[in-house]
């Protein structure tokens, strides 16, 4: 099973489309009709994926004391997903992050906190299932 990770903004924000003979950081438009419309108050809904094709990828450090071979590229997948972001927010858009395991979509949120793309900077980053997540610009 796979973390997903969809992104609501109040503006349309580029693609990045996915390449599978070199997987990384990609975001496509997601179907106004998809499952995760509900969780979001933003008109413009997209999907975005690690390097793993899926939100995998951006889960860095979930697990203490496991190794995790793949720690290099989820940094660099996480690195990818805040300059994104921080510069969506240059640019004046709001955006919000909805991240749960495939199949939970239409879930309703359990967990909410707000933040920055420098808080995906760190040793360890991940996001929590069925996890609504304010970005907001470094004050």
């Not at 973390?3 to 950081?25: G, K, T």
């Not at 939100?55 to 995790?68: K, N, R, T, V």
């Not at 879930?107 to 707000?114: D, F, G, L, P, V």
Request: net charge negative; charged share 25%; hydrophobic share 35%.
């Amino acid at each position: 099973m796979c973390m997903m990770l969809y992104m609501a903004a109040d503006q349309p924000v580029p693609e990045i489309p996915w390449n599978e003979s070199e997987p990384a950081f990609h975001v496509r438009v997601e179907s106004p009709g998809s499952p995760v419309r509900n969780q979001f108050a933003l008109p413009h809904l997209f999907y975005v994926g690690s390097h793993e094709g899926c939100g995998c990828g951006f889960q860095l450090g979930e697990y203490p004391g496991y190794e995790d071979d793949e720690a290099l590229a989820k940094g660099k997948s996480l690195r990818d997903l805040a300059g994104y972001l921080e510069f969506q927010l240059a640019e004046g858009r709001k955006l919000t992050l909805y991240a749960c395991w495939a199949g939970d979509e239409a879930s309703a949120y359990e967990h909410c906190r707000t933040i920055t793309p420098r808080d995906l900077l760190g040793e360890s980053f991940f996001f929590l299932e069925k996890e609504l997540v304010r970005v907001e610009g470094a004050a």
